[in-house]
């Protein structure tokens, strides 16, 4: 199994910036992909940024240039660092952990840009 602990979310205002971080627990070892989505009210799920275990990243057009995306292996953390926020970033985040054998989320963490 594999569990997922967020943190990190909060409220700020537009332009301003937050982190955001997960750490993996459990059977971890080997290839997998972590990443970031969020979901908006009434919206669907959609991908933020991911990055794999030998460290690619894939970016949702709309967080290019302000998001960054990163990971330390030996923690089996996963950190997303979000700039220039706004208001259309605001939702719930989640975390996800996919490897071969698992397909993971976290519980999610709320993230609100007032404008």
């Known amino acids: 199994q594999v569990q997922l602990v967020e943190s990190g979310g909060g409220l700020v205002q537009a332009g301003g910036s937050l982190r955001l971080s997960c750490v993996a627990s459990?059977?971890?070892?080997?290839?997998?992909?972590m990443g970031w989505y969020r979901q908006a009210p009434g919206k669907q799920r959609e991908l933020v940024a991911t990055?794999?275990?030998?460290?690619?990243?894939v970016y949702a057009d709309s967080t290019k240039g302000r998001f960054t995306i990163s990971r330390d292996n030996a923690k089996n953390a996963v950190y997303l660092q979000m700039n220039s926020l706004r208001p259309q970033d605001t939702g719930v985040y989640f975390c996800?952990?996919?490897?071969?054998?698992?397909?993971?989320w976290g519980q999610g963490t709320q993230v609100t840009v007032s404008s």
């Open positions: 996800n952990f996919r490897s071969p054998a698992y397909d993971v």
């Open positions: 459990g059977r971890t070892s080997g290839f997998n992909v």
């Open positions: 990055i794999t275990s030998g460290g690619t990243t």
